[in-house]
């Protein structure tokens, strides 16, 4: 319908920013392969949430005008 790319925008954002928080939260158990990180790096993984969580916010402030 009409509110479509607000829909998208709140799934996108809300999935950004939840799944960088987890990063951050509860890392892996171990490394699936040799070049992968122990850790998320932390200031892009707080970054990346943040914007995830304003675009989520915003489409929902959208949605509920």
């Known amino acids: ?3 479509l ?5 709140l799934a996108l954002g809300g999935a950004l920013a939840v799944g960088n ?4 939260v509860k890392p892996p158990q171990k490394a699936k392969s040799e070049g ?3 850790q998320a790096p932390v ?8 914007v995830g ?3 989520a ?3 929902l402030a959208s ?3």
Not at 5 to 9: G, W
Not at 21 to 24: D, F, G, K, V
Not at 43 to 50: E, F, G, K
């Open 21 to 24: 928080t987890l990063a951050i």
């Open 57 to 59: 916010l915003w489409a």
């Open 5 to 9: 790319l607000a829909y998208l925008v």
């Open 53 to 55: 969580a304003v675009a």
């Open 63 to 65: 949605l509920i005008k």
């Open 43 to 50: 200031a892009r993984s707080i970054a990346m949430a943040v």
């Open 36 to 38: 992968d990180l122990e």
């Open 1 to 3: 319908g009409k509110d």
